[in-house]
């Protein structure tokens, strides 16, 4: 009676099918290869820069930009594993945190999530921000460590110039030890919005990741299919696509990554032991909603609010109306898009940026493909730019309330 049920049961015959798939987690984004191809130049400037601090001094703060999927999580990462194996067998008066500031979004709790990591037996939620921020100088300064604080996706910190110009001032205060930052941004322009005193605080350096080409996405996926897929089970034709097509959208690993998992699980889907052209072509509708959304995420908090605007636009049919009195809905002229955004700023306590400010946004939003511009032409009084998006406004709209409102 129990092997009869057992054979009945869904998750068991699940099991039972058989899978392209040797290890489907190697295939996920979220999957940190030992090795990173084309990203040997950043590693090597990144651990030169980091060496100082295995000397005693306090190495630069680094800020590190480019687009979603360019490598450069992953590749700090790399360097923080190597330089933790290097503290473990040497012995060093050196120590980071890594603080994903999306979901520490302030100065108190990306404070805090650093503490967690440098006293793991502490619990110090409920404390004062002044005590958790006293308490890291105090680790830094009474063991004298160097201290690594990376912040990635730093400019989702909402009191990001009283976090920086803490840290950054905190080594006027530490008669030994130090802390350096490394922050990691898609915004290349977020430190135009910091305070001049912060700005002058940081004496950084930066560095600028470039979207992989379609040659470097393909030796990229090959390697993952090796380690992830069954020998022989995935056409090279089906890796030239997927690493083709990413290529073609923005340069996006993660977008290469994702679309020969989804083209493996069309397979299995069809009880099919071989990924084809077929399977990736039908996953990429799939993936590109998947990236997008993820992507609208990640984006700065004044981009959120510009898509929010349209999106809303465009769900309660708003449009602009022709000289023959047809309502052309879901296109705006820009200057009804910049009120919009104003207006929704403001119920949300936010500093508009200014119309130059946000035509720059409109700009970069359009080359990540989310929206579309056009000037306008016969049909309308004057000459201005028409925005549409160019994605789901529903499904945006669901994304952004939950990123900006919490709801």
Known sequence: MIQQQLFDNIFQKQLEKTSVFTDRNIITPHYTPKSLPFRDRQIDEISQLLSTSLQGAKPNNLFIYG???????????????????????????????????????????AITKALAKFYPQEDFIGYSSAFVYE???????????????????????????????????????????????????????????????????????EMVFPPYNASELKAILEE???????????????????????????????????????????????????????????????????????????????????IYALSLMTVQGHGYDKLNGVREKGVFFSGDAYREYERIAKSMSEQSVSSRWFREYVNELETYGILVTTASGKGVRGTTTLIKLGFDARKLQKVLEKELMGV
């Open 67 to 109: 687009k979603v999927g360019t490598g450069k999580t992953v590749t700090v990462n790399n360097v923080l594993v190597q330089l933790q194996e290097f503290i473990v067998h040497n012995g060093s008066k050196v120590d980071f945190a890594y603080v994903n500031c999306r979901n520490h979004n302030t100065k108190y709790k």
């Open 135 to 205: 308490k890291l100088l105090a680790y830094a300064g009474g063991q004298d460590k160097q201290l690594i604080l990376v912040l990635d996706e730093v400019d989702k910190v909402k009191d990001l110039d009283e976090l920086i110009y803490a840290l950054t001032r905190a080594n006027d205060e530490l008669e030994q030890g130090g802390i350096a930052l490394i922050g990691i941004s898609n915004n290349l322009f977020f430190k135009d919005k910091l305070d001049a005193r912060t700005k002058s605080a940081l004496l950084e350096r």
């Open 224 to 306: 993952r299919v090796k380690l992830a897929f069954k020998p022989n089970s995935v056409k090279d034709s089906a890796i030239n696509l997927a690493s083709a097509l990413a290529a073609q959208e923005s340069g996006d690993a993660r977008a290469a990554v994702m679309l020969m998992l989804r083209a493996g699980e069309e397979a299995d889907r069809n009880l099919i032991n071989e990924v084809t052209d077929h399977h990736v072509s039908t996953a990429k509708s799939r993936v590109e909603e998947e990236v997008t959304l993820n992507m609208v995420e990640t984006l700065p908090r004044q981009q959120q609010i510009v």
